[in-house]
């Protein structure tokens, strides 16, 4: 799926691509790490935020 930067928010927000640099960063800036602790993250539980999310703070 591509990533659609002219339609923001909704379903595109609920998931991390890896292959945009700006959504890295801005990701590991959310959840206040590295980039590469957001793409050790996402290869543990998947692309979806939520869930990201959750382990990053280890509720997973």
Do not use: C, H, P, Q
């Amino acid at each position: 799926m591509s990533d659609d930067k002219s339609k923001s928010g909704g379903r595109d927000r609920e998931l991390i691509s890896l292959s945009e640099d700006y959504e890295v960063r801005d990701w590991a800036k959310k959840f206040g790490v590295t980039e590469d602790g957001l793409r050790e993250a996402v290869a543990r539980v998947g692309n979806r935020a939520a869930d990201v999310e959750a382990d990053l703070n280890g509720s997973r």
